[in-house]
């Protein structure tokens, strides 16, 4: 079934606990719903246009990282039985205190963190080019925001911020995720370029929660395709991205219009990557 003929959710009619970018999160007491709306933000902006099937497979594929990494990380992942018209798109979760931080981890230059290589705010060797891989994975945290742009931080601001303990277990979970992913990325010939985390304290144990290592929050690049220097293929938001750098937009909002055919290639690549790394078959 073609893309632009399939149904799209912008929005949910419940009482809300919060209201993100793409995710609209309800109180159920103790826990929390969590439902994966098929809005796209792109630079922090909510798109216009939805993109169809995106909440489904943010929400399975979570999931099935979820289970791959409880063992490295717990999380905060309760049960997928949810009423059926969010069946496939959402889940119930511990409710946690959110720590206001990205933990963003880079194994490759990219996107932003290629732009702050090249104004000198890493640490790292000269000469690495655009799309390059790193020496070794990069922790790269940013503030949190639900609206407007996420603001890059240092460890020692991150620290301040949650307290040098936290703040040393995010990072070190962080990167253990990273590479326990990239290395099953690796596997299904795909390149995990970078990445975001949120974690949560429960009882002040360590969560992870959200989403985890989707098209949203990650790079996923073709590994038979890919050359250092040049501009990857994707399996995320990317084409969105790339058509939106074309128009001259502002990156403020309101954000333009996308073509069919870009919100249908992008449906496609979230499938394709959702496929590609579980090994499984996507539940539309």
Known sequence: MPASSLSALTETDL????????????????????????RLSAFDVVLPDPIPLKGSVLTQMSAWWFEQTKGVVPNHV???????????RAMVVKKAQRLDVEAVV?????GSGWKAYQAGEYDLPAGIPFSGRLPEPLFTPTTKADVGHDEAMTFAQMSDLLG?????????ASLEIYNF????????GIILADTKFEFGLVDGQLLLIDELLTPDSSRFWP?????????PQSFDKQPVRDYLEG???????????????VI?????????????????????
């Not at 049960?79 to 496939?88: E, K, N, R, W």
């Open 223 to 231: 590994a038979d395709s890919y050359v250092p220097g040049e501009n």
């Open 15 to 38: 009482k809300l606990f919060r209201r993100g970018k793409v995710r609209d999160v309800y109180d159920l007491d103790d826990h929390l719903l969590i439902v994966s709306s098929d």
């Open 181 to 188: 992913a990239a290395r099953r990325c690796e596997q299904a």
């Open 78 to 88: 309760l049960s997928l039985d949810v009423p059926t018209i969010f069946a496939g």
């Open 106 to 110: 880079r194994g490759y230059l990219s």
């Open 164 to 172: 040098t303990e936290i703040a040393a277990k995010v990072r070190d």
């Open 247 to 261: 128009t001259g937009w502002n990156k403020m909002p309101p954000a333009p219009s996308l073509p069919a055919e």
């Open 264 to 284: 249908r290639a992008t449906t496609e690549r979230y499938v394709e990557a959702y496929q590609r790394i579980t090994g499984l078959p996507f539940a539309r």
